[in-house]
């Protein structure tokens, strides 16, 4: 098939070690999983793990440049638009000291943005154009679209954030209800459906991709 309008499957995205800076002297190169799929207009700096069959999508902001470390999980997905982004000598502890921690099995909707310190749990839906800061969100936990969640709180498991809400204190994230049903099958809807993408995306892109955009 001839495409008349120019080759197919031309693109670019940008992955490298963070700049050496007073507060982030050492250059770390990303880790990213080999069945990890990076779409096109993706951006990923410095000192981040990617799990396996994470799907990231284009015009993907992941910068490890002051905050760092960041842990992507496996069969994650990152929509277009997504930021993730750390302040320096900020952290949550898991197994280690994370700037941004993401379990298995998260999808972050369009716009959405994951601010360290924070770490979100497994099974965690982020809506879009919410806003996840200074954190932690158990498992389950679903963030409607133009949310907020900041200020240190602690969301316990399967809690539920409404569209638009202000979570700013632990008092507001206690009084939380669970997911309703509807929210919890959307969520896992978005998973399964994110889940193919790796395997299949990458059957346009070719396995060795050159830094100028090509595939070949």
Do not use: W
């Amino acid at each position: 098939m001839t495409n008349l309008y120019g080759p197919y499957n031309i693109y670019s995205y940008f992955i490298g070690s963070n700049p050496p800076t007073s507060f982030n002297p050492n250059p770390i190169f990303p880790k990213i999983k080999r069945t990890a799929f990076l779409s096109p207009f993706t951006y990923v700096v410095g000192d981040v793990s990617i799990g396996e069959n994470t799907y990231i999508g284009p015009f993907v902001s992941i910068r490890a440049d002051e905050g760092s470390p960041f842990y992507i999980g496996e069969n994650c997905n990152l929509q277009d638009g997504v930021i993730l982004h750390g302040l320096k000598n900020k952290y949550v502890e898991v197994y280690k000291h994370f700037s941004i921690y993401m379990g298995p099995r998260v999808s972050c909707a369009h716009g959405s943005l994951i601010h360290g310190p924070c770490e979100i749990g497994p099974d965690v839906f982020v809506g879009f154009k919410a806003i996840v800061y200074n954190t932690q969100i158990g498992e389950g936990c679903f963030v409607s679209p133009n949310a907020v969640v900041t200020g240190g709180v602690k969301l316990k498991p399967h809690s539920f954030v409404p569209p638009g809400a202000n979570i700013d204190t632990q008092a507001k994230a206690d009084r939380l209800s669970k997911v309703p049903k509807n929210e919890e099958e959307f969520a896992k809807e978005v998973q399964r459906v994110n889940r193919e993408f790796p395997l299949t995306y990458s059957i346009f892109f070719g396995k060795t991709k050159c830094s100028c955009g090509l595939t070949h």
